[in-house]
C-alpha cells in the first residue's frame, strides 16, 4: 500500500493545474462532469505590447478532455462579435453541455432558478482539451481594474491589433497555468468575428516564435470576415451585392425572372463591383428595388430557422431586406404535449431534418451566467456585469483589420499549419458562395481535390462539400447549417472538428454502400 506522503503527493499532482480555478459542480447538471472543469482569470497587464495599461483580468473556462488529457491536443474556441462571449459558444455550440428554451422549463428550473443543462453528445471536448477565452474586455466576466461592474467602454478603445495582442497574453497566460498541455498541441478555432480574431491569434504566435513551443497545429474557422475587405463592410469597399443575390436566388427566394433580370441588365461586372457601370443603369435600379419585395424576411443567421425567437426578426443585409422596426424576442409559444415529455436527456433528440438543435440558447446561457450560485461557482465576482454583444454595440471597437488572404496564404505555403475555411450553406449574413470566392480566387493556392460531397458516416448521410488547396488548406461548407454550424448542425460540426485534429480527410459520398442513407 502507498504511504500516505506518497498518496498526498499524487493528490498534489493530480490538482496541480490551478487548484483555486477547479469547478467542483456546474449548477443546472446533476451528477458528476464528464471531464475536469476550471474556471478564473488570466490577468494579462504589464504584458510586452499590450496597451493602454490596464489591469485586464480575462476570463477563462477550460473543459479538460473526456479522453486523455495528458495526450489529447487544446482546442482553443472563439466566438466573435465583435463582443460576442465565447461563454455562449460553451453553452450554445461546443462544450459539453447545452441549454435551450427547455432548460427554464423543468421542475428543477423552478426550485433553483438555475437553468438546466442538457449533455452535449457531440462535445469537442470529446477529441481534446476546449479552452475558452471572453475577449476582449469586458465581454464576459472579463473586466478591468477593479471594476466588475463596468459597461463596454471601461476597458477603453480596441482594435484588431490591440485584441490580437491581448489574445496572445491570455493564452500565454493559460500555458502559464497550465504547463503540462503546451506540447500537446494546440488547434485554434472559432466563428464570425473570430475570423479575424484567430488568424491574428496565429501571427502573433509566429511573430514570437511560439509556434513550436505550443505546438500549433490547426486552424479552423467558421462563417467568417477575414477583414474589412473580404466579407466584413464589403459594401463600404466598392463591392456590389452579387453574391448576397446569388445565395437568395440559389435558394429559391426569388423568382428566376427577376434574377435573369438583374443579370441582363446589371451585368455581372456591376453587381459584383460597384464602381463598374450597369449595362442598363434604369432597368437594373429597378430590377434590384423589386429584390426586397419578392424576398421577403429572413433571420440574417440562418434563412431557413423558424425559432420562434427568430421569426419575427428581419435583418438588412446589403440593402436588400428592410427591417420592419426593433427586433423584438417574443416569449416561446408552449408545447402541446405534456412538457415534461418533451424534455430532452441531451442535445440531440429533438432536432429536426431542418436544423439540428431547440430553440432558445441564447435567453438560457444569459440566465445562466446571471444566476448568483452559478457565477459561485464559476469563481467570478457576484456583482459582474455578464457583457455580451454583437457588431461592437455597446463598446467602441475599430474593424481595423482589412485582408487577412495574404496571410492565409502564407500559412499554407510557409508552415506546417492546417487551415480549414467552413462555411454554413444557409447563412445569409456570411454566405457560402463569397466564402467559395474569396477562398480560391483570392488566396489562389493550386487545387489538389476539387469540390466534392463529404459525409458524416463515410456513406450518404451529408455533411456537405469540400475543396482542398495546395498546403493544407481547404474550404468546406456544412449542409443545411446556418451562421453557428456547431449549433444548427452539430454532428456534421463535430465530424469536420474530428477532421481537423487528427488530420485526416473528410468521409466521402458513397453512391452503394450498406448503410440507410
Known amino acids: 500500500m502507498p504511504s500516505l506522503l506518497i498518496w498526498a503527493a499524487l493528490i498534489a499532482t493530480a490538482f496541480s493545474e490551478a487548484p483555486e480555478d477547479l469547478v467542483e459542480s456546474l449548477p443546472g447538471w446533476k451528477g458528476k462532469l464528464p471531464s475536469r472543469q476550471f474556471s478564473g482569470f488570466i490577468d494579462v497587464s504589464g504584458k510586452p505590447g499590450v496597451a493602454p495599461a490596464k489591469t485586464m483580468h480575462i476570463h ?33 455550440e461546443v462544450g459539453p453541455f447545452r441549454v435551450n428554451e427547455f432548460s427554464t422549463r423543468t421542475p428543477e428550473y423552478n426550485l433553483t432558478g438555475v437553468p438546466t443543462l442538457w ?40 482594435d484588431d491589433t490591440r485584441q490580437a495582442q491581448i489574445s496572445f497574453a491570455a493564452l500565454e ?42 505546438a500549433l497545429q490547426g ?35 426569388m423568382s428566376n425572372q427577376l434574377w435573369e433580370t438583374l443579370i441582363d441588365t446589371c451585368g455581372l461586372a456591376h453587381l459584383k463591383y460597384s464602381y463598374e457601370p450597369a449595362v442598363d443603369a434604369d432597368a437594373c435600379e429597378q430590377a434590384l428595388a423589386r429584390v426586397s419585395g419578392e424576398v421577403g424576411g429572413y433571420y440574417a443567421y440562418n434563412l431557413y430557422d ?30 402541446q404535449e405534456p412538457l415534461y415529455s418533451l424534455l430532452p436527456t441531451s442535445s440531440s433528440p429533438l432536432g429536426t431534418s431542418v436544423d439540428d438543435y431547440i430553440c432558445g440558447g441564447g435567453p438560457a446561457s444569459s440566465a445562466w451566467a446571471n444566476n448568483r450560485v452559478v457565477r459561485e461557482h464559476l469563481h467570478v465576482p457576484l456583482r459582474s456585469n455578464f457583457f455580451s454583444g454583437d457588431n461592437a ?10 485582408n487577412l488572404i495574404p496571410f492565409y496564404r502564407k500559412m499554407a505555403l510557409e508552415s506546417k499549419v492546417r487551415v480549414t475555411v467552413y462555411n454554413g450553406d444557409t447563412d445569409p449574413g456570411i454566405n457560402s458562395f463569397a466564402a467559395a470566392n474569396w477562398t480560391s480566387v483570392g488566396v489562389a493556392l493550386p487545387e489538389t481535390h476539387s469540390w466534392q460531397p463529404w459525409t458524416v458516416d463515410g456513406c450518404q448521410r451529408m455533411g456537405g462539400y469540400v ?31 474530428s477532421s481537423v485534429i487528427s488530420g485526416k480527410p473528410l468521409l466521402p459520398f458513397v453512391a452503394s454502400c450498406s448503410k440507410p442513407p
Request: charged share 20%; aromatic share 14%; with cysteine.
Open 173 to 214: 497566460g493559460f500555458f502559464t497555468k497550465f504547463p503540462e498541455r503546451a506540447s500537446n498541441g494546440l488547434f485554434l478555432t472559432g466563428e464570425s468575428y473570430a475570423g479575424v480574431y484567430i488568424p491574428k491569434l496565429a501571427q502573433q504566435i509566429f511573430e514570437h516564435n511560439m509556434e513550436d513551443s505550443w
Open 306 to 335: 423558424d425559432c420562434p425567437y427568430q421569426n419575427s426578426f428581419r435583418r438588412r443585409r446589403l440593402g436588400l431586406v428592410e427591417p420592419t422596426g426593433s427586433p423584438q424576442v417574443p416569449q416561446a409559444q408552449a408545447p
Open 219 to 253: 486552424i479552423a474557422v467558421g462563417d467568417v470576415c477575414a477583414g474589412t475587405e473580404v466579407m466584413c463592410s464589403m459594401t463600404d469597399n466598392g463591392f456590389g451585392p452579387y453574391f448576397d443575390l446569388a445565395f437568395l436566388a440559389g435558394h429559391g427566394q
Open 393 to 402: 454595440v455597446g463598446m467602441n471597437y475599430e474593424l481595423t483589420e482589412k
Open 60 to 92: 477563462y473556462m477550460y473543459v479538460e478532455s473526456e479522453g486523455n488529457p495528458e495526450k489529447d491536443p487544446v482546442i482553443l474556441w472563439s466566438n466573435g462579435g465583435p463582443g460576442a462571449s465565447s461563454l455562449f459558444g460553451l453553452l450554445t
Open 119 to 158: 449533455r452535449n453528445d457531440y462535445s469537442w471536448s470529446r477529441l481534446g482539451g476546449l479552452v475558452i477565452f471572453d475577449w476582449p474586455p469586458p465581454t464576459g466576466f472579463s473586466y478591468c481594474d477593479d471594476d466588475p461592474e463596468g459597461d463596454g467602454y471601461s476597458c477603453g478603445d480596441w
Open 467 to 497: 475543396t482542398s488547396y495546395k498546403g493544407d488548406f481547404r474550404f468546406v461548407t456544412i449542409r443545411g447549417s446556418g451562421h453557428m454550424v456547431p449549433t444548427y448542425k452539430n454532428r456534421a460540426a463535430f465530424a469536420l472538428a
